[in-house]
């Protein structure tokens, strides 16, 4: 180990307690378009978590739904699309690799993402409204495979931590402008004199330019660093590399390890962040107070996850990774007895203080430690663990909730997960410790 820092895959030092990591850290200008697209695409993750489950609630109500019934199919569409991502992701990935194509395939998943969300908005049933939000938050998540894996094109790997909380950060705040005035819409629709469907038409429709419009200075700006030569068979060549990186990463303990450790830790933020709402309406919590509250976790999770970016200077990130995850578990646990406003107002607090953290962090640590020119493959890879794994999460609560009869159960089973994650996490630590000696 060198000193003053950990050695990469490309023989990069990488400074963690010392040396120029305690300068004031500035984004460079490729930094700072990257960053804008997590602002752009927060807007839908966070109308997602918010306003379409109640929309969709509405929807559901109109149709003589269930509530325990409404909980679970919501959380079975959102099973299907992160599904869906997690068997093409890996192939996308390996295609995006190749010289000139990472920046397409990016267009066009978050082509479809835009689209569906306009769409959305335009449905008064609640079975088209589901089929089209697979379609639209395939393409978010989609998208999010080639942009996660542009982080090894627009920076240095000294600086992935800080670039990626910096991500997170300004997302959580920047959603919080198209979601207010989303907001304002839906919730003064009488007063204003317009329909609840026209009050969606024009959420969906600010959301989905806020995101397009997002994306625009990146697109511009970036180019491929890091990639395979296209050769005469793209499509064959991908599948190939594709092939080797499956048997190289079971070799590769410590990579291993850590997307198998994220599988199970992840699986529960993901599922919090996709089913809170639903969660809280199933509750009868009031429909206002639970996106008043979800906004609240927007605002805690900017300062927080800035917070942690500079505390990583000084601490190892697998120490800030840890203690998230140990967050995470208390709170699915806590989980278990919430039945109020004011108990669910607790739980998005707690999870704004720690959600981008580790969602920032764990996207940071994986792309230090694969081969750069194999980000897409790689992070392919990294979002079936990450996405793949919500279809767990969200069957799980559903499943749960509908054998029980009792929602705060389904939830709370989420802590397995966690500490299944927290265990398997240490063991991926304690291998690339060794790795790097």
């Known amino acids: 180990m060198a000193t003053g820092g950990w050695i990469d895959h490309r023989g990069i030092i990488l400074k963690n307690q010392k040396g120029k990591r305690d300068m004031k850290f500035k984004l460079t200008s490729l930094e700072k378009k990257w960053v804008l697209y997590d602002v752009g695409n927060s807007a ?50 390996a295609v995006a690799d190749t010289k000139n194509f990472k920046k397409i395939i990016f267009c066009i998943a978050m082509g479809v993402g835009v689209l569906g969300c306009i769409v959305l908005g335009f449905l008064s049933s609640w079975i088209w409204f589901l089929g089209v939000f697979v379609l639209a938050k395939t393409g978010y998540s989609a998208s999010l495979i080639f942009y996660d894996a542009m982080l090894t094109d627009v920076t240095e790997p000294d600086r992935m931590d800080t670039v990626s909380s910096h991500g997170y950060a300004w997302g959580y705040i920047g959603s919080c402008i198209p979601f207010v005035a989303s907001l304002v819409i839906v919730l003064g629709a009488g007063n204003i004199g317009i329909s609840m469907q026209m009050s969606m038409i024009l959420a969906f429709l600010i959301t989905a330019h806020w995101w397009r419009c997002s994306s625009i200075p990146l697109l511009r700006a970036y180019c491929q660093k ?49 089913m809170a709402t639903a969660y809280g309406q199933a509750l009868g919590l009031d429909s206002t ?17 800035l917070i942690f970016s500079r505390i990583i200077k000084n601490v190892n990130p697998e120490k800030i990774i840890t203690i998230c995850i140990a967050a995470y578990f208390c709170i699915a646990v806590y989980a278990y007895w919430l039945d109020t406003q004011l108990d669910f107002w607790i739980l998005a607090v707690l999870v704004g203080m720690f959600q981008g953290t580790i969602q920032a962090l764990s996207r940071s640590y994986f792309a230090k430690i694969i081969p750069a020119e194999k980000s897409g493959e790689y992070f392919g ?28 159960m389904g939830v709370s089973a989420l802590s397995v997960m966690f500490l299944i994650g927290l265990l398997l996490f240490r063991t991926a630590a304690k291998l690339n410790a060794q790795k790097q000696v």
């Open 226 to 274: 890091y990639f395979s030569e296209a050769g005469e068979h793209v499509i064959r060549n991908s599948f190939l590399r594709l092939g080797h990186t499956f048997r190289e990463i079971s070799k590769e303990k410590h990579i291993f390890i850590f997307l198998l450790a994220f599988f199970f830790y992840i699986d529960g933020v993901y599922t919090v962040i996709d």
């Open 44 to 93: 839908f993750t966070m109308m997602v978590s918010t306003i379409f489950p109640i929309y969709f609630n509405y929807l559901a109500g109109n149709a003589g739904i269930s509530d325990v019934d409404y909980l679970a199919y919501w959380g079975y569409a959102t099973s299907v699309c992160t599904l869906l991502v997690a068997i093409l992701g890996p192939t996308l990935g």
């Open 381 to 408: 890879l990294y979002d079936i663990c990450g996405k793949g794994a919500s279809v767990v999460g969200t069957a799980l609560v559903s499943f749960l909730s509908q054998l029980t009869g009792n929602i705060n």
């Open 289 to 305: 107070g639970l996106l008043l509250a979800l906004l609240v976790t927007q605002i805690v999770a900017f300062p927080s996850v």
